[in-house]
């Protein structure tokens, strides 16, 4: 099968095509960031990020149809992200890939987001189900069970803040650029992270939840203290702070693999990570290390798979449609879609709740 796919969740406007369930080869993937609208707000703008998304999405739809040489008879269906992300961005892709659909003859595959970042490893690395995914992104904090295709658990999530997000408004109050967490990493290098000791919230407590908010406030009341802060402060408050962080990380990851030798005896533990905070170095070495520690296979899909992009959510249409008949025709773009909808009610439907 070859399978059109979109994505407009957030601030990457992006299409794909990708053939498989048996070849997994991605024949185009094409990214279109929008960080330079946005930076100047020191932050994504739903509204501009919409509109960004429409004007361009055409262009990039026809890029990486041109880039995979196909025309419309090679396609089979197209799959965009119908949730959970900015609603604006959301409706642009789903609807452009409504239209496509009907126009062309399509089957039409609506994607949750989080389900083509938890099955983009069966793609690059050929897994076989279960295994465990931590997904770390500026939206999104969790670790999921992924039982098979449509099959989620979710076993613990940020209670607060993403991790990525939590980056960002660290950067955001030592005055450094947006996106933080590359501009955090970098100065953390030349940081002595025992300067200051940061709390490592919830790790007191069972479960695989997780809480950033706080380490976030811990932190400003350390710069507000020592005001104007200096550049060596400035470093040594990431370092401390991307230390605390790669701590929870890793205990939780323990966690997380426990749980699933318990639940599964008999497979051997995986732990997949995707997200953008994937790409913090201090923090893939935590992860591997306690992955190491817990005898337990690491996977990373490469950066440009880890983060946004539409190739995953292509591969997760494929994966749809190989697990059976879809139409998606009467689906609506959503803002938030847990992967279980079950854990969810739990949590509530709070502004941060469901979504993270
Ligand atoms: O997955 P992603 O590209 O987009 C979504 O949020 O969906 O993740 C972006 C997030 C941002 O919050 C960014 O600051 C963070 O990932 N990030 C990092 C690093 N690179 C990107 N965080 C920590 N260290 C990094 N090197
Ligand atoms: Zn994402």
Redesign the pocket.
């Known amino acids: 099968m070859t399978v059109l796919g979109i994505e407009t969740?957030?601030?990457?406007t992006a299409a794909a095509v990708v053939r498989g369930p048996q070849a997994r080869k991605i024949l185009s993937n094409t990214i279109r960031s929008q960080i330079d609208e946005h930076t100047e707000f020191g932050g994504v703008v739903p509204e501009i990020a919409a509109r960004a998304h429409i004007e361009i999405l055409d262009r990039i739809v026809a890029e990486a149809m041109r880039e995979a040489d196909c025309g419309w008879d090679d396609i089979d269906a197209v799959a965009a992200t119908a949730g959970p992300g900015l609603i604006g961005g959301v409706i642009v892709g789903f609807m452009t890939a409504k239209a496509i659909a009907m126009a062309a003859g399509k089957t039409l595959i609506g994607v949750n987001h989080l389900e083509g970042h938890a099955l983009t490893a069966r793609l690059t690395d050929d897994l076989d189900f279960p295994f465990l995914l931590l997904l770390?992104?500026?939206?999104?904090s969790q670790f999921l069970l992924v039982r098979g295709v449509g099959d989620y658990e979710r076993l613990g999530t940020t209670i607060d803040d993403?991790?990525?997000?939590a980056?960002?408004k660290t950067?955001k109050l030592l005055g450094l650029p947006y996106?933080?967490?590359?501009h955090?990493?970098k100065m953390a290098l030349k940081g002595d992270a025992g300067r200051f000791r940061l709390p490592r919230p919830l790790l007191d407590r069972p479960g695989l939840d997780m809480s950033f908010a706080g380490l976030k406030t811990a932190l400003r009341t350390q710069a507000k203290k020592l005001e104007p802060v200096d550049d060596q402060t400035v470093a040594d408050l990431c370092a401390a702070f991307?230390l605390a962080v790669a701590d929870v990380l890793a205990a939780r990851t323990k966690s997380a693999l426990d749980l699933f030798r318990a639940r599964h005896p008999g497979t051997a533990p995986v732990i997949v990570v995707?997200?953008?905070?994937a790409?913090?170095?201090q923090?893939r070495k935590a992860l591997t290390a306690a992955a190491e520690d817990a005898g337990a296979r690491f996977v990373a899909p490469p950066m440009r798979l880890?983060?946004?992009n539409a190739a995953m959510i292509a591969w997760a249409g494929i994966e749809r449609l190989c697990a059976g008949p879809v139409d998606d025709m009467h689906l609506s773009p959503r803002p938030r879609w847990p992967l279980d909808s079950e854990r969810a009610g739990k949590l509530g439907a709070g502004k941060k709740g469901a979504k993270v």
Request: proline share 6%; net charge negative; aromatic share 2%.
């Open positions: 969740s957030c601030d990457e770390v992104s500026g939206g999104h993403a991790i990525g997000e980056f960002d950067a996106p933080g967490g590359p955090v990493e991307q995707a997200g953008g905070v790409a913090n170095q923090i880890c983060t946004d």
